[in-house]
């Protein structure tokens, strides 16, 4: 079955809840400069330029940039007296929730970073061409090379990096997208589908997801018909993307198909309350009477009939007109 990965920026991890919004939508997340943070604090790879070069050779400039600005921070962090140290140091309830949080999910493959698993198509150094002035421009601009100005750049690299790799690589049977607007504006290199993407991730859920386990929200999306559900709706960002329409129609039809949806599913949900009421009023003295008089086949029926208005209720959100969303609007069930 074909995953959804979102790609998403190693310094724009801020909070566990966006994390949870976005493993809603995404069934896995990709996340860029986790590798090379990793080689250069845990591996112990390589602690200065030199030892970088020697045992990496001729790197990408963006790539250059990103070890560089780990190894600018180890460097000191060792000042301070070592890494064990500064982590225990500056430990904060917060951050060790962070963390755990972000190693249960490496550990349930719901996190993901290696890019071996990644193929590069015949694009990738036509893509990373159109990348690279950006980074030039930026690095002839910090002509003060402030401390701030350096980890701006460093942030343009990861930024770039996971737009690049997400529009030159592919996984197989997986469709890759940024699960983030850029931070840059890239004219032309934002494919459509993504935008969508984005367009949906920034609008909705609008949910509080701070109560929820991890476990629940895997539990709902295994759940077949959420399942169904959420291919109905990828199914929707593929066949619109692919359209002549351009982002700005894209919205107007979704909005526009939301808002049928939520009004078509108001106005039967007050139908059939309204007839559950009637039925509760109408046979509850009758259920009564039955379940005394052990009519226990009356007693089936008067049950069927609620049963009927849930069914009623499932096959309405079937036919409505913006269905495909349907997904959206169940995720608020989980509050």
Not at 15 to 38: A, H, P, S
Not at 110 to 134: A, G, R
Not at 199 to 218: A, M
Not at 271 to 276: D, N, Q
Request: glycine letters at 2%; hydrophobic letters at 35%.
């Amino acid at each position: 079955m074909n995953e959804l990965i979102g790609f998403k920026n190693i310094n724009r991890i801020s909070d566990i809840n966006q994390l949870k919004r976005e493993l809603l939508l995404f069934d896995k997340l990709f996340i860029v400069g986790y590798n090379e943070y990793q080689e250069v604090f845990h591996d112990r790879g390589f602690n200065n330029t030199n030892e970088l070069l020697e045992k990496k050779g001729l790197i990408p400039l963006n790539d250059f940039i990103i070890y560089q600005g780990y190894i600018f921070m180890k460097e000191k962090i060792n000042e301070l007296g070592g890494v064990e140290k500064y982590y225990e140091t500056t430990k904060t309830p917060d951050r060790e929730f962070r963390n755990q949080n972000l190693e249960y999910l490496f550990e349930q493959g719901k996190l993901i970073s290696d890019y071996s698993k990644l193929e590069k198509n015949s694009d990738y150094h036509k893509t990373y061409s159109k990348f690279s002035p950006l980074l030039e421009q930026k690095i002839k601009l910090s002509t003060e090379r402030k401390i701030d100005d350096y980890f701006d750049l460093c942030n343009l690299s990861h930024d770039l990096k996971t737009r690049i790799v997400t529009s030159s690589t592919k996984i197989q049977r997986s469709t890759l997208i940024t699960c983030e607007s850029s931070i840059y504006n890239v004219e032309s290199l934002t494919p459509l589908k993504e935008q969508v993407y984005n367009l949906i991730l920034e609008d909705f859920p609008i949910i509080e997801v701070k109560n929820l386990s991890w476990e629940q929200i895997f539990d709902f999306k295994s759940d077949p018909e959420s399942y169904n559900s959420i291919w109905s709706l990828r199914n929707w960002i593929s066949k619109i993307s692919s359209s002549a329409k351009n982002i700005s129609e894209i919205e107007e039809e979704y909005r526009e198909l939301k808002y049928k949806y939520e009004q078509s599913i108001k106005i039967h949900k007050l139908k059939t309350s309204s007839s559950v009421f009637q039925t509760t009023i109408q046979t509850g003295a009758e259920l009564l009477e039955n379940i005394a008089r052990l009519k226990f086949s009356k007693v089936a029926d008067l049950l069927f009939k609620f049963r009927e208005n849930q069914i009623s209720l499932m096959e309405n959100e079937l036919k409505a007109e913006g269905n495909q969303l349907s997904y959206l609007f169940k995720m608020k069930e989980l509050n």
